[in-house]
């Protein structure tokens, strides 16, 4: 079984702050990705890598970053964490197209 | 604007009955997903339509991709409180991106 494993089931951090949310996944995948999900709004693509190293911005990057230096671990960063931030962020791997999308159980993040 | 419309936002049924979610887009997928999420986890794959008119069961579930591409439905006969969940649709924009539509919650009472 795929497992995606996410550092953190709660966090609460001040504006202003550096976060870092760490996503491991450990079945191989090369696609990996960062989701959040807020209600009425579905999930929505903040960055995805399709490889060590590499990476994309989805929908809504701005004000996050990612790194990924090894292909299992997969992380996002709020450089400087604003209140509007506040979410569930869901991290999630797959192998290849039409494949199914694995996911963490998500961080509840908190900017207070 | 999602390119993905989920209807009805939420459903509430009592045990037995049947419900139908919709989810409609004016794009050509080359395929849906439907994904079932339970409070505290992520979401959980249930099916890949990939044709034009498929119609997939699982179990109670019956899902079914349009004709043109464009639209889905995941239908619960005789639901049970155990299909209480948030459920999810999702298209490919390419090889490597899913869009999400934005759900509906069922909840089905005992």
């Known amino acids: 079984d795929v497992k995606v494993t996410q550092s953190s089931r709660y966090l609460v951090k001040r504006t202003g702050e550096k976060v870092f949310l760490e996503c491991v996944q450990d079945m191989d995948h090369e696609n990996m990705f960062w989701y959040r999900q807020d209600p009425g709004l579905g999930l929505r693509l903040i960055y995805f890598?399709?490889?060590?190293?590499?990476?994309e911005k989805g929908d809504i990057p701005e004000g996050y970053s990612v790194s990924r230096e090894k292909k299992e671990r997969f992380s996002l960063i709020l450089e400087s964490a604003s209140t509007n931030q506040t979410s569930m962020y869901l991290c999630?791997?797959?192998?290849?197209?039409?494949?199914?999308?694995?996911f963490g159980n998500g961080t509840r993040l908190t900017v207070t | 604007t999602q390119l993905l419309e989920q209807s009805p936002q939420f459903l509430s049924i009592q045990e037995g009955e049947n419900l139908t979610v919709y989810c409609n887009s004016s794009s050509v997928f080359s395929s849906l997903q439907w994904y079932r999420q339970e409070p505290g986890e992520g979401p959980v794959l249930l099916v890949t339509?990939?044709?034009?008119?498929e119609v997939k069961k699982l179990k109670r579930l019956t899902f079914q991709f349009g004709d043109a591409r464009k639209d889905s439905s995941l239908h619960i006969t005789a639901a049970q409180p155990g299909d209480t969940g948030l459920y999810l649709c999702a298209g490919y924009i390419n090889d490597y991106k899913l869009s999400f539509g934005a759900g509906t919650t069922v909840t089905v009472r005992a």
């Open positions: 890598s399709y490889d060590v190293k590499m990476k």
């Open positions: 339509v990939v044709t034009g008119g």
């Open positions: 999630a791997s797959f192998s290849s197209y039409n494949s199914p999308l694995h």
